[in-house]
C-alpha cells in the first residue's frame, strides 16, 4: 500500500474503528511519520521503543503498602505506562521497531495488546495500540514477531511513491529544491534499499531528505552526498546537478514564458528545469509559470504542476489563482487522478 494511500484513507478509518495496526517496509520510508499523522485527527501519539526495554519494564513499578494491617504488594503504572490506563482522550500507543524487540519482551507485550491490562491495571478504552517494524530480510536486526502479537492487528506493507514524497518534501523547512527534481529524473532512486554489511548508505526517502537539508546548508560536496545515499546515487546527483547550473533563467522564464526556450529534447534539463520552476512557484509567477508550462509536453507540465501545488499547499491565494484554476480544468483529465 502506499504511504499517501494508507495515510489518507486508511489511517483515519482505523482510528474510528480502535483496531489495532502494525506498519511493516524497508528501512527509511517514512513508517514513524505516517503514524505521527494521527495527530491531526485530534490523537495523542505515544511511542514505545521495546528494543531497548526489558521484560518486566511492561509490568510496572512494584510498590509495598499495608493493608488492615498486612503488608501487600502490587505493581503501579508509571509515566506513559500510567497514561495507558489514565487516558480520558484518543491516544495512540506505538511500538517502534517492534519486530528488532527481544522474544521476551515481545512477549511481555502480549498483556498489552491481547488481555488490555497491566498486572491487574485495565488500560483505558480511549487506547489504541500500533506498531511499525522493518523486515527480516532488511538486515535490520529485525528476528520476527511472534504469533499472538502479529495476530492482535491488521498488518499492512507500506511502499513509497514520488507524489508523495515530494508533497512531504515541500512541507519541510530549509531544504534544497534540486533533490525532488532529480528524483522525478531518476525515480527509481528514490528508494532502492540494498542491505548491506558495508559502511554504506542506500538510497531511500529518509536519506534523501537528509541530503536535501544538507545540501540546502551547504553540504554538497560528493562525499557528503554519498554519505547518505552511497556512491552511485551520489554521482547520477552531480552529474543531475551540473546540468541544473546550466539551465536558462529561471527567473527570466517565467518574466517571458511566450519567448523562453523549452528544451524538450533533454530529458534531464526539463527536469531540472521543471524543478526550478516549481521552486519558484509563487501567486507573483503564477501567470508567467502557467503560460510555460501550456508551451511543455504534457507529462512535464503536469509534474511541475504537482510540485508547484505541493510547495503552496498551505498559500491559499495560489492555489485559488484563477491562472491555476484554469490549468486544472484544461488538464481534469488528469488533476483528479493525479493532483
Not at 506513559?80 to 506505538?94: G, K, N, Q, Y
Not at 511513491?161 to 525532488?180: G, K, N, R, S
Not at 542491505?195 to 562525499?223: C, I, K, Q, V
Request: hydrophobic share 40%; proline share 7%.
Amino acid at each position: 500500500m502506499l504511504i499517501n494511500t494508507f495515510e489518507k484513507n486508511t489511517l483515519p478509518k482505523l482510528l474510528k474503528s480502535r483496531i489495532p495496526f502494525v506498519l511493516h517496509s524497508e528501512p527509511g520510508i517514512g513508517k514513524s511519520d505516517t503514524i505521527s499523522t494521527a495527530a491531526n485527527h485530534g490523537w495523542r501519539v505515544l511511542w514505545y521503543h521495546p528494543v531497548v526495554s526489558d521484560p518486566t519494564d511492561f509490568k510496572g513499578m512494584p510498590f509495598a503498602f499495608m493493608q488492615a494491617d498486612q503488608l501487600k504488594a502490587r505493581f503501579v503504572p508509571f509515566n506513559d505506562l500510567e497514561v495507558l490506563t489514565t487516558a480520558d482522550t484518543p491516544t495512540l500507543a506505538c511500538f517502534d521497531d517492534l519486530g528488532q524487540a527481544p522474544m521476551a519482551v515481545q512477549a511481555a507485550l502480549m498483556q498489552l495488546f491481547l488481555a488490555r491490562r497491566i498486572n491487574g491495571h485495565q488500560i483505558s478504552d480511549h487506547v489504541l495500540f500500533c506498531a511499525a517494524t522493518n523486515r527480516a530480510e532488511d538486515k535490520a536486526g529485525v528476528t520476527g514477531m511472534i504469533e499472538p502479537l502479529k495476530g492482535r492487528g491488521k498488518l499492512y506493507g507500506l511502499e513509497t511513491h514520488i507524489d508523495p514524497f515530494c508533497e512531504w518534501y515541500y512541507a519541510q523547512e530549509e531544504m534544497d529544491p534540486l533533490v525532488p527534481a532529480f528524483l522525478r529524473f531518476k525515480t527509481e532512486l528514490l528508494s532502492a534499499f540494498e542491505p548491506t554489511r558495508a559502511m554504506t548508505n542506500s538510497p531511500n526517502p529518509r536519506n534523501w531528505a537528509r541530503t536535501g537539508h544538507g545540501l540546502y546548508h551547504g553540504l554538497d560536496d560528493f562525499e557528503s552526498i554519498a554519505g547518505d545515499v552511497g556512491d552511485g546515487a551520489a554521482s547520477e546527483f552531480i552529474a543531475f546537478k551540473e546540468v541544473y547550473q546550466e539551465l536558462p533563467d529561471p527567473d527570466g522564464i517565467l518574466k517571458n514564458p511566450t519567448q523562453a526556450e523549452v528544451p524538450s529534447d533533454k530529458p534531464s534539463v526539463m527536469y531540472a528545469l521543471i524543478g526550478a520552476l516549481a521552486h519558484r512557484a509563487s501567486v507573483k509567477t503564477a501567470e508567467g509559470l502557467v503560460t510555460y508550462l501550456n508551451r511543455l509536453p504534457g507529462d512535464f507540465s503536469v509534474k511541475c504542476m504537482k510540485d508547484a501545488q505541493a510547495r503552496n499547499k498551505k498559500n491559499s491565494k495560489f492555489m485559488n489563482h484563477p491562472a491555476i484554476g484554469q490549468w486544472c480544468l484544461d488538464h481534469a483529465e488528469v488533476v483528479s487522478v493525479n493532483l
